[in-house]
């Protein structure tokens, strides 16, 4: 059984220790990427659909005034997420670390419990976190790798081809978005737990977003009939991307095209949209991240956008006990 470190002090996250745990996670990004990535608002965004319930999710760990820990268990579709973070001024030493992820794997699996419908708990690390053994002591596998892609601009606009058979526009009003949110959904049937799973997780995760920014974001309808019938008049395809104020880049939070729609140029001519809007704001780099063993090859896609490998991630998996019916 993990043990606390002595002189450490936990407590449940409250509203008032957001500025402090978001020092710890930019901490944490400039060790692990290089650059910070995490800002206030998207802390704001995981932590919001909590409301009153935040402290029975989350625990902040303090040495003195200074946050050394965090953790935060949700559910995300099928799954419930863990994230843990701890001030790199332990890492090497597995006592905080392995308290942290025993609280976590601890909560998660009782929060799984308490729904009939959760089938395996989550964990995103870096390709080389010190805590990869930890969490197989847990009984986690390694199920996926995650590349985080990046085009940077020079001067001129990004010159990525335009499909013909499709009519690119900005998204117009909540009946737009809640559109982005369908198409979303449908296209990563495939792959539970890629995207938010209820209009209400994707509203607070993207459009309640201190950055959402509807210029950034396209939508794709058909210009050819047949191609209208076959996606029900329903939208093509849609990118969801914000400019980074505070990592001074772009970001493609998601790109979807319906499976009836894939192989006419529709994700590469989103993308081309969402690259000339930023190339027009001065934002001279835009960023992703697509699974090695996405099953639609998505990064072949990134990669004739012009867009390159900048850093790897892994996805552990802990997979849970079917629920026992009475």
Same mark, same amino acid.
């Given at each position: 059984?993990?043990?606390?470190?002595?002189?450490?002090?936990?407590?449940?996250?409250?509203?008032?220790?957001?500025?402090?745990?978001? =020092?710890?996670?930019?901490?944490?990004?400039?060790?692990?990427? =290089?650059?910070?990535?995490?800002?206030?608002?998207?802390?704001?965004?995981?932590?919001?659909?909590?409301?009153?319930?935040?402290?029975?999710?989350?625990?902040?760990?303090?040495? =003195?005034?200074?946050?050394?820990?965090?953790?935060?268990?949700?559910?995300?579709?099928?799954?419930?997420?863990?994230?843990?973070?701890?001030?790199?001024?332990?890492?090497?030493?597995?006592?905080?670390?392995?308290?942290?992820?025993?609280?976590?794997?601890?909560?998660?699996?009782?929060?799984?419990?308490?729904?009939?419908?959760?089938?395996?708990?989550?964990?995103?690390?870096?390709?080389?976190?010190?805590?990869?053994?930890?969490?197989?002591?847990?009984?986690?596998?390694?199920?996926?790798?995650?590349?985080?892609?990046?085009?940077?601009?020079?001067?001129?606009?990004?010159?990525?081809?335009?499909?013909?058979?499709?009519?690119?526009?900005?998204?117009?009003?909540?009946?737009?978005?809640?559109?982005?949110?369908?198409?979303?959904?449908?296209?990563?049937?495939?792959?539970?737990?890629?995207?938010?799973?209820?209009?209400?997780?994707?509203?607070?995760?993207?459009?309640?977003?201190?950055?959402?920014?509807?210029?950034?974001?396209?939508?794709?309808?058909?210009?050819?009939?047949?191609?209208?019938?076959?996606?029900?008049?329903?939208?093509?395809?849609?990118?969801?991307?914000?400019?980074?104020?505070?990592?001074?880049?772009?970001?493609?939070?998601?790109?979807?095209?319906?499976?009836?729609?894939?192989?006419?140029?529709?994700?590469?001519?989103?993308?081309?949209?969402?690259?000339?809007?930023?190339?027009?704001?001065?934002?001279?780099?835009?960023?992703?991240?697509?699974?090695?063993?996405?099953?639609?090859?998505?990064?072949?896609?990134?990669?004739?956008?012009?867009?390159?490998?900048?850093?790897?991630?892994?996805?552990?998996?802990?997979?849970?006990?079917?629920?026992?019916?009475?």
């Amino acid at each position: 059984m993990s043990t606390l470190p002595a002189g450490l002090i936990v407590s449940p996250m409250e509203p008032r220790d957001v500025d402090d745990v978001v =020092g710890l996670l930019q901490l944490v990004d400039l060790r692990t990427i =290089g650059q910070i990535e995490t800002s206030p608002a998207d802390l704001a965004s995981w932590i919001s659909p909590l409301g009153s319930d935040l402290g029975e999710h989350s625990l902040v760990v303090r040495n =003195g005034p200074r946050v050394d820990g965090w953790l935060l268990v949700e559910r995300t579709g099928p799954h419930v997420r863990m994230s843990v973070y701890s001030h790199p001024d332990w890492w090497g030493e597995a006592n905080l670390d392995a308290w942290l992820l025993t609280q976590a794997h601890d909560r998660a699996v009782a929060l799984a419990a308490a729904s009939d419908d959760v089938d395996a708990v989550t964990i995103v690390t870096p390709e080389a976190d010190h805590r990869i053994e930890l969490l197989r002591g847990l009984g986690f596998d390694t199920v996926r790798r995650h590349r985080r892609m990046e085009i940077r601009f020079d001067r001129r606009s990004p010159d990525v081809p335009q499909a013909t058979d499709v009519t690119l526009r900005n998204p117009d009003g909540e009946s737009d978005l809640r559109a982005v949110h369908r198409v979303i959904v449908a296209s990563f049937a495939d792959e539970l737990g890629r995207a938010p799973s209820t209009w209400e997780q994707f509203e607070a995760e993207h459009v309640t977003h201190e950055d959402f920014d509807p210029s950034l974001w396209f939508v794709a309808e058909a210009a050819r009939p047949s191609l209208r019938t076959a996606t029900d008049g329903e939208l093509l395809g849609a990118i969801v991307a914000r400019n980074d104020r505070l990592a001074r880049s772009g970001w493609v939070a998601l790109l979807a095209v319906r499976e009836q729609a894939r192989g006419h140029g529709v994700g590469l001519s989103l993308l081309s949209s969402t690259f000339r809007a930023f190339h027009d704001r001065g934002v001279g780099r835009v960023e992703l991240g697509v699974d090695s063993d996405n099953i639609f090859g998505a990064q072949s896609l990134y990669e004739r956008a012009g867009m390159r490998e900048q850093a790897v991630l892994l996805r552990h998996r802990l997979d849970l006990p079917s629920p026992t019916k009475d």
